[in-house]
C-alpha cells in the first residue's frame, strides 16, 4: 500500500496528539517534522521516530517528498506558513484560530485556492463523539425543529500551566476556546446572521477576558446562546466538556456532565451515555479532545484522498471566524453585529 506522506510544523504541546492520530492512521506516514526550537523537535522526532527533522519550514518544503502539511504552530505564523505551502502547491491543514485577523484568514484562502490546493482549518471540537451525538439526534428529527440552543463550556481548569502563552496574548477565551463553541453553534444550528456579545476579566493574572456570553441570530430562525468561562469555580470540575441544551417543536436535548444525553420527545424520555473512546494514547480529561483530534485526520485523509472538500475548509471555518471578530467587535461597541457585513 502506497501510503500518503505528510510534514508537520510545530512540535509543541498540542501537536503530540496530532502525531499519535496520524500514527494510528495505516495509510498515513509522517514523513518530516518542523520546529524552530531544537529540543521541542528532538522529543517529538525521538518519540515518534521521525529522522527527517528541520528547524526551517522553508528548507523542509525545499527538500520536499510530502502530500500535505499540517501546521501545528500557533497563530502568529499560521498565515506565512500557509502561504509558503501554497507556494509549493502543497495541501495544508492549519490549527485554530485561523490567524491573526480576519483579512489574514481571508488572503489564506485567497492563496490556497489560487495554488488550487486544499486547506482545512484544524477546527475539531465538532468531531467529538458526544457532539456528534448530538447532531445524529437532531438529524433524526426526535425532538423536531429546533428553535432555540445553547453550547456551554464554563470550567476552572488551569489551561495556562500547558499552555502559557494563553495568559499573555490580549484577547483570550473568545479566540482561542469560544472559537470551538461558535463552530459547534454552526455545525448544530446553522450559519448566523447577528451576534451580540459581553466578555469579562476574572483572574487579574491573564491579559485577555476569561467570560464571553454570546447571543446568536441564526440564518434558520434559531436563537442560540454560546457562553464559555475558564473563571468558573464549579463543586465538579467538567474540563473539557461542553454542554449543549436545544428545545425544539417536538422535545427536548440535553447534553450535560459525564456525558450525559437525555432526549425528550413525543415517545417519552431516553437517556444514554454518549462518553468518547479512550484511545490508547489518550489522558483523562482530554480524551474528549483527543479522539476529535484523531477523527478530524481521518477526515482528512478520505477527503484527501477522494480530492473533496473537508467540512471545515478555510472557505467554511471564515464564518466561524467571522463569529470570533464580531463577538469582540460587539463586546467592545456594546452593539450587535451583522455576520454579512464583515463576510
Ligand atoms: P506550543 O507553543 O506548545 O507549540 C507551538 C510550537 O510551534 C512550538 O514548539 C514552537 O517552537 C513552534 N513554532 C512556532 N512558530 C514556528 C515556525 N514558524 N516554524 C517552526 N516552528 C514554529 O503551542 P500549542 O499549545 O501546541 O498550540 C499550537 C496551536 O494549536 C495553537 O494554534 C493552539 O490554539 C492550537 N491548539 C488547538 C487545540 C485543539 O483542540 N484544536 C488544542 C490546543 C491547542
Ligand atoms: O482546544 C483548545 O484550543 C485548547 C483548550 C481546550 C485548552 O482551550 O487551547
Known amino acids: 500500500m502506497t501510503k500518503t506522506k505528510g510534514a508537520l510544523i510545530g512540535c509543541g504541546f498540542f501537536a503530540v496528539n496530532q502525531m499519535h492520530g496520524w500514527q494510528d492512521l495505516a495509510d498515513v506516514e509522517i514523513v518530516a517534522i518542523c520546529d524552530r526550537d531544537p529540543e521541542r523537535l528532538r522529543i517529538v522526532g525521538e518519540q515518534f521516530g521521525v ?14 517528498g510530502f502530500d500535505f502539511v499540517d501546521i501545528a504552530t500557533t497563530v502568529g ?17 492549519c490549527q485554530k484560530p485561523f490567524a491573526p485577523t480576519l483579512a489574514d484568514a481571508k488572503a489564506m484562502v485567497a492563496a490556497a485556492d489560487a495554488a ?23 438529524d433524526s428529527g426526535a425532538i423536531g425543529e429546533p428553535f432555540w440552543g445553547r453550547v456551554s463550556f464554563r470550567s476552572g481548569f488551569d489551561v495556562f500551566s500547558g499552555q502559557p502563552y494563553l495568559a499573555k496574548g490580549k484577547r483570550f477565551i ?25 466578555t469579562r476579566r476574572i483572574n487579574p493574572d491573564i491579559a485577555g477576558e476569561d467570560v464571553a456570553t454570546m447571543l446568536l441570530d441564526h ?27 436545544i428545545d425544539g417543536t417536538k422535545g427536548t436535548l440535553r447534553l450535560g456532565k459525564d456525558y450525559k444525553l437525555t432526549v425528550h420527545g413525543r415517545e417519552g424520555t431516553v437517556q444514554s451515555v454518549v462518553e468518547p473512546n479512550l484511545l490508547p494514547w ?53 452593539e450587535t453585529i451583522a455576520i454579512a ?3
Open 282 to 334: 489518550a489522558s483523562r480529561p482530554w480524551h474528549n479532545i483527543q479522539e476529535s483530534v484523531a477523527l478530524i485526520q481521518k477526515h482528512w485523509a478520505e477527503r484527501l484522498s477522494q480530492g473533496r472538500e473537508p467540512d471545515t475548509s478555510g472557505r467554511d471555518n471564515l464564518k466561524t471566524f467571522a463569529l470570533v471578530k464580531a463577538a469582540y467587535l460587539s463586546a467592545e461597541r456594546g
Open 174 to 198: 473568545i479566540e482561542d476556546l469560544g472559537i470551538h463553541s461558535l463552530d459547534i453553534a454552526r455545525f448544530l444550528f446553522g450559519d448566523a446572521s447577528r451576534m451580540t456579545a459581553r
Open 51 to 64: 529522522a527527517r527533522r528541520y528547524q526551517s519550514a522553508e528548507e523542509m518544503f525545499a527538500d520536499g
Open 219 to 245: 440564518n434558520n430562525g434559531i436563537t442560540s446562546i454560546v457562553d464559555v468561562s475558564y473563571a468558573s469555580k464549579l463543586p465538579e470540575e467538567p474540563f473539557p466538556e461542553t454542554f449543549v441544551e
Open 77 to 93: 505564523s499560521h498565515r506565512a506558513l500557509v502561504e509558503l505551502a501554497a507556494s509549493h502547491k502543497v495541501p495544508a491543514i
Open 116 to 138: 488550487g490546493i486544499p486547506l482545512m482549518i484544524h477546527e475539531n471540537f465538532r468531531w467529538q463523539t458526544p457532539i456528534l451525538a448530538v447532531k445524529a439526534v437532531l
Open 341 to 343: 457585513d464583515l463576510l
